[in-house]
């Protein structure tokens, strides 16, 4: 299990990362992105989309499941798995969505922590400091081989 931490000063460092991310992702990824409220999941997923070549804006999913984005090098789909705490993403053919065109990117995935695919990217984003607004802590851990490699080799914002 490769893990790498980031941290972050501002939103657009966040974004900064999900785009050096996406860039280099390739289609069937399946990312689980963890952390509270306001922690910068939105953003983050921003930031993707805007390194897979997407214009169109990103809005949180929560009231949708699923929102799909085709404008860009490969879609993505943000997904919110919050709404099946009691089960049900056997019935939503998730497993379809895992060996997918795109990216998937699934917040609340502890719901679906039983279907998970053998590879996949975990992000979390937390609040690294309480007395500072801006800072976060990104932790991007691959499970499975097929992302090691990628997450070695990311940098960090102020490394480019
Ligand atoms: P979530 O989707 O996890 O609820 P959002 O991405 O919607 O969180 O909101 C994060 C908020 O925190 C935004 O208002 C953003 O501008 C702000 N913010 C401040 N610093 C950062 C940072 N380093 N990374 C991400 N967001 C940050
Ligand atoms: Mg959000």
Sequence with gaps: MESKEIITHSAA?????GEQLAQRLPKGTVILLD????????T???GLATG??????????TFT??????DGRLPLYHMDAYRLENGGGADLGLEEYF????????EWSQWIA???????????????DQEDEATRTVTLTAHGTLFVQLVATLK???DE
């Design 156 to 158: 960090r914002p102020a």
């Design 44 to 46: 983050f997923t921003k």
């Design 99 to 106: 060996d997918s065109d795109g990216v998937l990117v699934i």
């Design 13 to 17: 460092e966040t974004q900064q990362v």
């Design 114 to 128: 039983d279907l998970l695919p053998a590879d996949y990217l975990r992000v979390s984003l937390k609040r690294a």
């Design 65 to 70: 499941i699923m929102r799909e984005y085709h």
């Design 35 to 42: 952390g509270d409220l306001g922690a910068g999941k939105t």
């Design 52 to 61: 897979l070549g997407i214009k169109q804006l990103v809005r949180s999913p």
